[in-house]
């Protein structure tokens, strides 16, 4: 028996492509941050290359392969002749070189994508900024309103009172004449 799929709401996202691991992957919905068309290509890149390398699919898959190399080259005779085992023997002389060339790319990738998130920061910082500006002008219209409405309040209490000093019994109503007003008769 299958359950009912939930209406997708605004926040979830609509397939499975587009879910999201975590908080950190929300600021592509901030609408001070460019994304898509608006990007660079170079940004993009960026944007994948962090999304991958800084996920644990990435560290699992990157743990499996140096494994599997170990185990290629250590226990299996994949390429050996003799005694000696697998294509690249116990002290891994040809890992150690790629793993180098590996950090050396990474410390390059890391500055990208580094850079690339201090963009996003700065955006997302214009974008509050400017959000910032128009509250406060128009926490200032409000108050500016405010202190209109209490003048015309106090001139009307003002008017109230001297039309009251006037005529006393103006705007009473009698208890037997229901919602008419009540004459005065001299």
């Not at 790319?105 to 994508?113: D, K």
């Amino acid at each position: 028996m299958t359950q009912p799929e939930a209406p997708s709401s605004p926040s979830s996202p609509a397939s499975p492509s587009e879910r999201v691991e975590g908080w950190t992957t929300q600021w592509h919905h901030h609408p001070g941050v460019r994304t898509g068309d608006r990007l660079t290509r170079g940004e993009r890149a960026a944007d994948r290359m962090r999304s991958v390398m800084g996920s644990w699919r990435f560290v699992f898959g990157f743990f499996a392969v140096m494994i599997l190399w170990a185990l290629a080259n250590s226990v299996l005779s994949i390429g050996g002749s003799g005694t000696k085992h697998g294509f690249d023997p116990y002290p891994y002389i040809l890992l150690n070189l790629f793993l180098s060339m590996l950090a050396g790319v990474q410390a390059a990738a890391l500055l990208i994508a580094a850079r690339r998130s201090d963009a996003i920061a700065s955006e997302i910082a214009l974008h509050t900024e400017h959000n910032t500006e128009d509250i406060k002008r128009l926490i200032q219209e409000n108050t500016e309103l405010t202190q209109l409405v209490k003048g015309n309040t106090d001139v009307l209490e003002e008017i109230h009172r001297h039309v009251t000093a006037l005529s006393p019994d103006a705007g009473s109503f009698s208890a037997s004449d229901g919602d008419r007003p009540a004459h005065r008769q001299d």
